[in-house]
């Protein structure tokens, strides 16, 4: 008796979060937040998602698009998500703070692994309508936002 199991292919996802912030030369709680609430939401809806460690830039160059394809290519993923949070605290009462006040906006590119191309990009500012809005919870809800936008786009590919 040949017994055949069903074979699942799952897609493979990469995510890079690259924080850039006038202020902050080291990774930012809030950016690890956004990291954190991306992935999680992309794994409970069954995509095999790795990461690597948030990246800083203080002038928004893109030095770190590169390395991110090349290890994406190397992980042998299908997709990069290459994700840039943008961070607005010069003027905050408490720049250090997670506060979802101090992030302009988040861009982010899914790239497919293969033929380098670009197949889908979004840009999102956050939104506070209640002073509960402007705390960690806010910022992990704003990511599970942008993840949100990715996965529907994934779901198009």
Request: net charge negative.
């Amino acid at each position: 008796l040949l017994m055949i199991a069903p074979c699942a292919v799952a897609t493979t996802l990469t995510l890079q979060i690259v924080q850039v912030d006038k202020i902050h030369s080291d990774v930012t709680d809030s950016s690890l937040l956004i990291e954190e609430s991306i992935f999680d939401y992309l794994f409970s809806k069954g995509y095999i998602v790795t990461s690597s460690p948030v990246a800083t830039d203080l002038e928004n160059s893109n030095s770190s698009y590169a390395l991110a394809v090349n290890d994406a290519r190397s992980s042998s993923v299908d997709f990069l998500i290459y994700t840039k949070v943008f961070f607005d605290a010069e003027n905050s009462t408490d720049p250090d703070g997670n506060l979802l006040q101090n992030i302009d906006s988040v861009q982010w590119q899914l790239i497919r692994i293969s033929d380098n191309k670009q197949i889908a990009s979004g840009k999102q500012s956050p939104k506070i309508t209640n002073s509960e809005d402007n705390t960690a919870k806010g910022i992990s809800q704003f990511g599970v936002q942008i993840a949100g936008s990715i996965c529907s786009s994934l779901g198009r590919k």
